[in-house]
Antibody
């Protein structure tokens, strides 16, 4: 069955960096665009990045542009999110997701930015 | 950026009743790329509807989506106990792929 398993979350100080990973299985990863979506504690959902199936096109909202970088390794069925210059308001559960119509979501990994 | 406004913020209804949730966009959503999700505490969101009106795999037919352009609706025909949750809409037609603020459906 389809699985998306995130890892790499944890506690980091403001200004620090973190790299999230997502291991995909159960579907042809290289056929699909992928995204990262986050949810701050007690808050709503926020889309934070998109990458095309080939990895040639990426999109970001203004809130993370220039600080976050999405990438993928289709040979290893893996998705990544490099997060730099982290701020307290980046604290959230980060979800790895497939295309909207598939409904593929991981269970999330918690990132806490605090001194 | 397309801003999605969901209403009401909270909907208090009894099991068996009909629920109507609204999602209004600040500009037209291209090709009806509008999705609805359900989220329960401590869980990842679950896709209910995509393309404004297509039910996702395994979703009961009491859930239906409608609308186009800037006005979209999620209808739950008869609320079951497991339907009490928070519901989000998302547009994925143009970047940034924004979410609405959510509607909480609670037991009256």
């Amino acid at each position: 069955q389809v699985q998306l398993v995130e890892s790499g979350g944890g506690l980091v100080k403001p200004g620090g960096s973190l790299r999230l990973s997502c291991a995909a299985s159960g579907f042809t990863f290289s056929d699909y665009y992928m995204t990262w979506i986050r949810q701050a504690p007690g808050k709503g959902l926020e889309w934070v990045s998109y990458i095309s199936s080939s990895g040639s096109t990426m999109y970001y909202p203004d809130s993370v542009k220039g600080r976050f970088t999405i990438s993928r390794d289709n040979a290893r069925n893996s998705l990544f999110l490099q997060m730099n210059s982290l701020r307290a308001d980046d604290t959230a559960v980060y979800y790895c997701t497939g295309p909207v119509s598939t409904g593929y979501w991981g269970q999330g990994t918690l990132v806490t930015v605090s001194s | 950026e397309i801003v999605l406004t969901q209403s009401p913020g909270t909907l208090s209804l009894s099991p068996g009743k009909r629920a109507t949730l609204s999602c209004r966009a600040s500009q037209s959503v291209s090709s009806s790329y509008l999705a609805w999700y359900q989220q329960k505490p401590g869980q990842a969101p679950r896709l209910l509807i995509y393309g404004a009106s297509s039910r996702a795999t395994g979703i009961p037919d009491r859930f239906s989506g409608s609308g186009s352009g800037t006005d979209f609706t999620l209808t739950i025909s008869r609320l079951e106990p497991e339907d009490f949750a928070v519901y989000y809409c998302q547009q994925y037609g143009s970047s940034p792929f924004t979410f609405g603020g959510g509607t909480k459906v609670e037991i009256k």
